[in-house]
């Protein structure tokens, strides 16, 4: 069953697949601005917080940083940026963030040899779920990592409000209205840097990443926050 959490009347903020240490340079001051201004109650993070690049099931490029160095990496820049941001985040579970689950169960290592993401990454408030149910003012929010980018399926399927990450190049909002009521589905974009030979693989693709979050206002309503970039693809420092 999703993990239930009371977003009534709170400010809701969704962070979206940061990729650390593959993410957009501006991705703190984006996060720090949006923190000051909308002030959010509940923090809840899509999912691949972390890349994994270098133990990914899929061929890894020589010029990227090794496993030892880029977890190193990456724990540094989770401290210094999004954990002292952050103190208490939910987070979801997800493909990226599960490599090394999913890596240690492919060579038939019992998984209670891991440490928990909490321990590795010294985040004691922040909390893992496989999905959540988000209770808000417009009713519940069905939020997952990624399970359809098909038009308005999600919501239409669990029959309520959906939220999901995952699919880099989408960022938007759509109403579904019906006999019983109106409901919308939701996808947050990303905070990836694109340039990355961690993210060479998409680069052929047509959609293109968009940096943005998600947040959800006191009164329920879903709203996106597009990081505003220049022609050099850094923000402008606008909201």
Known sequence: MPTRINAKSKEVLLIS??????SHPDYIKFLTAIKKKHKPEVVIHGGDELDYAAI????QDQE???AGDELDRSIIELQEG????????????????SLVYRKMKHHGIAIR???TLQELYETPLWNWHHDILLDTNMGESYICHGKTSAYGKLCK????NAIQFHFHGKSEITFHRSATGTRYNMYCGCLVDEDSLAMAY???NLPKPIMSVGRIDKNGMPHI???????????????
């Open 17 to 22: 697949d940061t990729h650390i240490p593959y």
């Open 56 to 59: 990914s099931f899929h061929d």
């Open 64 to 66: 990227l940083l090794s």
């Open 82 to 97: 999004l954990h002292k941001l952050f103190k208490k985040v939910d987070l979801l579970e997800s493909n990226h963030g």
């Open 113 to 115: 040899h891991l440490k």
């Open 157 to 160: 399927e669990m029959m309520c």
């Open 202 to 204: 998409g680069r052929n």
């Open 225 to 239: 926050v597009r990081m505003n970039l220049n022609s050099k693809g850094r923000w402008n420092g606008k909201l």
